[in-house]
Antibody
Framework: QVQLQESGPGLVKPSETLSLTCTVSGGSISSYYWSWIRQPPGKGLEWIGHIYSSGSTNYKPSLKSRVTISVDTSKNQFSLSLRSVTAADTAVYYC???????????????WGQGTTVTVSS | DIQMTQSPSSLSASVGDRVTITCRAS??????LNWYRQKPGKAPNLLIY???SLQSGVPSRFSGSGSGTDFTLTISSLQPEDFATYYC?????????FGGGTQVEIK
């Protein structure tokens, strides 16, 4: 079955760029929407944005100026870049797949285990 | 953005109890409402999609209902593994948004 694995630095300095990659195994990245979601310590879930395998994206408006999500179909990976981070960006970051081919309307049915990113000097 | 409001924010219940969690959207989202269960330290798990469709592999004690702005998740007989936090999420329009969560605790 499809599995997702997040990777990237666990510690990022304030004002720098947070970069994470999600590797898709057991299936193709093509024809699906792929999301990044985060969860600050002790808080709820926040959707950051998603990308379709063709490269089209949607972002949360309040993060749009700092976020880029990209896809590399040759490596079956997609990535998150979050610029100018502050302590408020400290969270567990999850990657997830939308249920259903070419659709994002039916929830996210496959999730990575999550990776903790701390923003601190 | 569409705001999602869950209630209650927490509840206490016993094994075998029937539990209902509600979710209200700030505007009509048709039936594009999904429910997740998140156990401590784990990623969320999709339970219900399209308001009432049971995700494959999810026990039948979970059910969902509603359309428009008001939705409910019902657990017919609470099991030990159901003590967790539950989130609703709208997928009617981007940006996708989650409710604040409902923590189900052991009574």
């Amino acid at each position: 079955q499809v599995q997702l694995q997040e990777s990237g630095p666990g510690l990022v300095k304030p004002s720098e760029t947070l970069s994470l990659t999600c590797t898709v195994s057991g299936g193709s990245i093509s024809s699906y929407y792929w999301s990044w979601i985060r969860q600050p310590p002790g808080k709820g879930l926040e959707w950051i944005g998603h990308i379709y395998s063709s490269g089209s994206t949607n972002y949360k408006p309040s993060l749009k100026s700092r976020v880029t999500i990209s896809v590399d179909t040759s490596k079956n990976q997609f990535s998150l870049s979050l610029r100018s981070v502050t302590a408020a960006d400290t969270a567990v970051y999850y990657c997830a797949r939308a249920k259903g081919l070419q659709l994002w309307e039916y929830g996210m049915d496959v999730w990575g285990q999550g990776t903790t990113v701390t923003v601190s000097s | 953005d569409i705001q999602m409001t869950q209630s209650p924010s927490s509840l206490s219940a016993s094994v075998g109890d029937r539990v209902t969690i509600t979710c209200r959207a700030s505007q009509s989202i048709s039936y594009f409402l999904n429910w997740y269960r998140q156990k401590p330290g784990k990623a969320p798990n999709l339970l219900i999609y399209e308001a009432s469709s049971l995700q494959s592999g999810v026990p039948s004690r979970f059910s969902g209902s509603g359309s428009g702005t008001d939705f409910t998740l019902t657990i017919s007989s609470l099991q030990p593994e159901d003590f967790a936090t539950y989130y609703c999420q709208q997928s009617y329009s981007a940006p996708l948004t989650f409710g604040g969560g409902t923590q189900v605790e052991i009574k």
